[in-house]
Structure formats: C-alpha cells, structure tokens
C-alpha cells in the first residue's frame, strides 16, 4: 500500500516523461498479485510469456491502481494510450478500458490425428523411459530436424514457439530457458507426471449443459475466460456455472513419441532445448 501511493504520488508530482513510464510500468505491475499456491501445479511455464505472476489475482489496492491508470489513460494521446494497452496486455491487468494488444488469430491447421500418432510405434514406443533417457544423454540429435519434427508429430496443434503466434498451450518458444534437454524430453514422455503452473485442466459445465475443457486464463468475481487446446478463447459467467472440476491428466496425450527413433527423438528436445527467447 504505501508502495503504490508513493507511486502515484510521485508520477503526479513530475514532469519527466521517461521516469512517468518507469512509474506506470511499475505501478501496473502491482495492478494484481500472486494467488496461494494450493499445490495443483508445479511453477514452470505460464499461460504465456508475459508476467510477473502465474496465477495472477486482485489484492486490495487493485482499484486505486485501475483508478489511476484510467485517469492516466484519459489524459493521454494515441500514442500514450498504445503504451498502457501493451502494460495491460504484458502484465495480465485484464482492464478492458484500456483496451487488448491485437494477436494473430488461430490459423486453421491442417488436421491432425493424435491418435493415430501416438498409436504408431518406432524405437521410442518399444523402449522403456529408462532406456530412452539413457539414449538421449549420449545422442546430441539435429535440431532442423527437431523443427520439423515439431510440426510432424503435432506438437504445433497445441504449442507455439513464435511471440504473436495464437497462445494454446504452454509457451514453447521460451522452453530451453526454462527446462534442460532431459526435463524436456521427460516432460515428453511423462505429461501427467507433472502439469505446469497455469496449465491445470478444467471442465466447467455451464446451467445450459454445455461442457467447456481448457485453461483458465483470466478469472474474476464475474467472469472466467479459458482457452481450449486449440487456442479458441470462451468467456463464462460465473453465474451461469453448474459445475467446476479441476482434471488430474494433463490434455497432451501419452505416446506422441511413440513413432521416432532415438535420434529423431533426440533432435526434437534438442530443438526445443534451444528455444530460449
């Protein structure tokens, strides 16, 4: 609390337009806080690239820190408007006044049958974890033939690797930052065994009898927004909720591998170890 009024103080009581950004930047940082760790998830990737929190909620001084920035934004041109529509987008603010940073639509992929995937076996699906593990930390793999991989076997389908590419599941452009080479490849073969941090599955039934599956992106007294696998965005009123159950698997299927050999598997954690924007 005293953090935020001295910020606003002191963005009130100056004329320097580079230190007023500073302020805004670190006020809206404050807009939300971190919600208890209730032992669900794991901290690793988030629903996207953008922090500063995983499960990000308000805290008592939210509305004086929205009161602020919209105060700000009213006083603002275009160009200063722009700037506090990218912190509200960057730092989950979810203010809808000061408007959403465009991002490019969900592509309709070609179809792909996960199924019939994960139901093809290659060296990877006759071997046992252990063997596999072993035989990564000896092969270092090809990563232009990870990256082609990626698309093969429809890891696209759920993941992107490029900022402004439609968000689906967990982030992968930043992966190597954030796992090694063998955390990569476990998380691969073993997606129940840990769900990451903002990827927990839920299933809300709504009082029409609709089921919706996916992330919970945003949640809000009034509202919750979730994303499916495929990136298609559903908002629901909480008011309209029958049911709310949080799945214990993960929505990426076991066995995605099951068709590589070794060096192609390989190849693709290597490529994926090496995404680190």
């Not at 500063?52 to 408007?81: C, H, M």
């Not at 954030?178 to 039934?205: C, D, H, Y």
Request: proline share 4%; net charge neutral; with cysteine.
């Amino acid at each position: 609390p005293i953090a935020v009024r001295g910020l606003i103080a002191a963005y009130n009581n100056t004329n320097d337009k580079d230190l007023k950004k500073q302020i805004l930047e670190t006020t809206a940082r404050l807009y939300k806080t971190e919600m208890p760790y209730t032992g669900d998830a794991w901290w690793s990737t988030k629903p996207n690239g953008h922090g500063p929190y995983y499960r990000p909620i308000d805290w008592e001084f939210s509305p004086a820190i929205k009161t602020f920035l919209l105060g700000v934004w009213n006083k603002s041109n275009a160009e200063e408007q722009q700037f506090l529509t990218d912190l509200n987008e960057k730092d989950q603010m979810g203010i809808e006044e000061l408007g959403v940073v465009q991002t490019a639509a969900v592509k309709d992929e070609s179809k792909v049958d996960l199924e019939a995937i994960r139901n093809k076996k290659g060296q990877i699906g006759n071997s046992s974890i252990e063997d596999v593990m072993l035989a990564m930390a000896k092969i270092k793999g090809d990563p232009t033939l990870g990256k082609a991989l990626f698309t093969k076997q429809g890891c696209v389908v759920c993941h992107s690797t490029t900022a402004g590419e439609a968000l689906k599941g967990p982030f992968m452009g930043q992966i190597g930052a954030i796992m090694n080479r063998e955390q990569i490849a476990e998380s691969i073969l073993k997606p129940n065994a840990s769900i990451s941090q903002g990827f927990v599955t839920v299933l809300i039934t709504t009082k029409d009898k609709k089921d919706h599956m996916g992330f919970v992106t945003t949640e809000t007294p009034e509202r919750i927004i979730m994303r499916d696998i495929t990136g298609q965005i559903s908002t629901i009123r909480t008011a309209d909720i029958l049911t709310r159950k949080e799945m214990e698997t993960s929505m990426m299927p076991t066995g995605l591998a099951n068709a590589l050999s070794y060096e192609e598997f390989a190849s693709l954690i290597t490529y994926l170890s090496l995404q680190k924007k």
